[in-house]
């Protein structure tokens, strides 16, 4: 039975796109609205855009009946979805985009929607669908500087996006939007015939011609042009998100351990690899690919298409970055206050697993964290404080099942449906949380290949450094077991020490306000793996260093 009171929190969205038909209810509770966090997803493949245009017209005709009635029976059946969950009436829209606004007959179309299901269709303007597709983007990570590309079905819109405190900035010309959809483009190029006919240059001249105009509208700001890590591309929409999960799947670590298009993240000259990726689709040798359906995979031509022409007036870009927003997470962001956007993903998803002293026991972390090269900041106040509340979560799990469950807990665990989080996050916060509950030697050899797989995703060095604050975590945990300090018992402080060799041996104390006689055994054990992770057969890759344990000052020995 549904919970009136948390109802009222609850919004359900229709996104009637041109190659499908989305269905969702979210839950906008304040404490947790920056992740969207999502109660129904569905999807009716029902094409609106194929629906107009026919292998045996060339020119577009009016949406069939038996398709208006195909739509109004899905609308039907997710009207009585949101009665189920109890979502106020006034809180259930419907969006329509290109393929409607531009149907022969979509006045009619619309009228008898609303007559059949008594929901009145908002036909979402050119402009306003590209400023909505931006905040779906911009809802996609904790920060968002760059060129933004969202491609649909029949068109794709183009603009520069910068987040910042809340706000989200861009393009004055707001976002400019082509014809050039991945359903568009592949009926534009079966027209244009073979690549080396005329009529094939001349549609392609015409392409790259409205990109570099849309891009020198738009007028990147110098500082996004400037910037010390470079230009970034973010791209939203299902051709761009396929495209994506194409380039997954040939990633250099096979299999790529993360499942979730939202945060993944390439450099320019793999996006830019359109050979491999139609060799991937095509190959009889390869097996289905993970989230590209057949018509994603028909479409890879038409999107390899377009990755050529935007190579040939892009500015220099450096990394390129995929989204999940789209039109639900555009219309919920750009509603949201500003206070509740500027809320970093990876905090808001952890929070509700909080115990009552977070911000003591992130002091105490951060305290022993102390990079050998000054002023190199390891791991940020988001990521720290992201730990800390998660630390307890699988506290009371069986010994046996907690260190793989927290492994897995940033993509098939608690945190895995969480919006906004990089896949470096994911696999930061899955190392760390492994380590708090003994690490690799305490998962299965299965999930032992799935270990390393994530820690490969992480920047140069900081596997080790994972390792290392996630075992300290462990001794502040068993050190206070609720995640309540009353009062302190335990003081952690490092340094460095150069050993003969010119090498830093990282020192770490645990110096405990009273007097320890006798460790217990699960306090003993999380020093030891401290003082374990400084040998060298733990380090990741040859990188790692050494470390010096001491408690209360004196050098610990396992008598164990």
């Known amino acids: 039975m549904a919970d009136p009171e948390r109802a009222t929190y609850y919004h359900a969205l229709v996104d009637m796109g041109s190659n499908g038909i989305r269905f969702s209810i979210t839950d906008l509770a304040p404490e947790t609205a920056?992740?969207?966090?999502?109660?129904?997803?569905?999807?009716?493949?029902?094409?609106?855009?194929?629906?107009?245009?026919?292998?045996?017209?060339?020119?577009?005709?009016?949406?069939?009946?038996?398709?208006?009635?195909?739509?109004?029976?899905?609308?039907?059946?997710?009207?009585?979805?949101?009665?189920?969950?109890?979502?106020?009436?006034?809180?259930i829209r419907i969006v329509a985009t290109e393929a409607t606004r531009k149907a022969i007959n979509s006045e009619d179309f619309r009228r008898q929607?609303?007559?059949?299901?008594?929901?009145?269709?908002?036909l979402l303007p050119k402009e306003d669908e590209g400023r909505v597709g931006a905040h779906g983007v911009a809802s996609s990570y904790a920060q968002v500087k760059g060129l933004v590309m969202d491609l649909g079905g029949g068109s794709t819109q183009i603009t520069w996006l910068k987040t910042e405190d809340g706000q989200v900035n861009m393009s004055e010309k707001g976002c400019i939007s082509l014809p050039y959809g991945a359903a568009a483009l592949t009926k534009g190029l079966t027209a244009a015939g073979d690549k080396k006919g005329k009529g094939f240059q001349v549609f392609e001249q015409q392409v790259v011609h409205d990109l570099d105009t849309a891009i020198k509208t738009i007028d990147i700001p110098v500082e996004l042009l400037k910037q010390e890590e470079g230009l970034s591309l973010y791209l939203?929409?299902?051709?761009?998100?396929?495209?994506?999960?194409?380039?997954?799947?040939?990633?250099?670590?096979?299999?790529?351990?993360?499942?979730?298009?939202?945060?993944?993240?390439?450099?320019?000259?793999?996006?830019?690899?359109?050979?491999?990726?139609?060799?991937a689709v095509k190959s009889d040798e390869t097996p289905d690919i993970f989230r590209v359906s057949q018509r994603r995979a028909s479409q890879v031509p038409a999107v390899a298409f377009l990755v050529e022409c935007l190579e040939k007036v892009l500015p220099s870009i450096t990394n390129v970055y995929f989204c999940q927003g789209g039109v639900r997470e555009g219309m919920h962001f750009v509603e949201m206050d500003p206070s509740q956007r500027k809320e970093n993903p990876l905090i808001t998803a952890t929070k509700p697993y909080a115990r009552e002293s977070v911000a003591a026991?992130?002091?105490?972390?951060?305290?022993?964290?102390?990079?050998?090269?000054?002023?190199?900041?390891?791991?940020?106040?988001?990521?720290?404080?992201?730990?800390?509340?998660?630390?307890?979560?699988?506290?009371?799990?069986?010994?046996?099942?907690?260190?793989?469950?927290?492994?897995?807990s940033t993509t098939t665990g608690y945190f895995a449906a969480a919006h906004g989080i990089s896949h470096e996050q994911r696999a930061l916060l899955a190392i760390l949380l492994c380590e708090r509950y003994g690490?690799?030697?305490?998962?299965?050899?299965?999930?032992?290949?799935?270990?390393?797989?994530?820690?490969?995703?992480?920047?140069?060095?900081?596997?080790?450094?994972?390792?290392?604050?996630?075992?300290?975590?462990?001794?502040?945990?068993?050190?206070y077991p609720a995640g309540v300090a009353k009062e302190e018992r335990v003081k952690v402080e490092v340094g460095w020490k150069m050993t003969k060799k010119g090498n830093g041996k990282l020192r770490i104390d645990f110096a405990f306000v009273q007097a320890v006689e006798e460790l217990d055994e699960a306090l003993r054990n999380g020093l030891s793996k401290v003082e374990k992770v400084g040998k060298k057969k733990q380090w990741v890759d040859g990188q790692g260093h050494k470390v010096l344990l001491t408690v209360n000052g004196k050098e610990y020995v396992d008598n164990s």
């Not at 495209?243 to 990633?251: A, I």
């Open 34 to 91: 920056r992740i969207l966090p999502t109660l129904f997803l569905a999807r009716a493949a029902i094409s609106l855009y194929d629906a107009q245009y026919t292998s045996s017209s060339t020119s577009s005709v009016p949406i069939p009946q038996d398709t208006i009635v195909s739509v109004i029976n899905a609308l039907l059946r997710f009207k009585s979805t949101c009665d189920d969950f109890g979502v106020p009436e006034h809180q």
């Open 113 to 122: 929607i609303e007559e059949k299901t008594q929901w009145k269709v908002e």
């Open 236 to 279: 939203s929409g299902g051709g761009f998100r396929g495209w994506g999960f194409v380039l997954m799947s040939e990633h250099s670590i096979k299999p790529y351990p993360i499942p979730i298009i939202n945060g993944f993240r390439v450099t320019r000259d793999v996006f830019h690899d359109t050979q491999t990726v139609q060799a």
């Open 361 to 408: 026991i992130v002091e105490l972390l951060h305290g022993a964290v102390q990079p050998l090269e000054s002023g190199k900041s390891l791991f940020n106040t988001a990521i720290m404080t992201a730990f800390v509340q998660a630390m307890y979560v699988h506290a009371a799990f069986p010994k046996d099942l907690a260190a793989g469950a927290a492994l897995r």
């Open 439 to 479: 690490g690799f030697g305490s998962i299965s050899p299965t999930e032992q290949d799935f270990y390393r797989r994530m820690a490969q995703l992480l920047p140069e060095g900081m596997a080790w450094w994972c390792m290392y604050l996630g075992r300290v975590a462990a001794v502040v945990a068993n050190v």
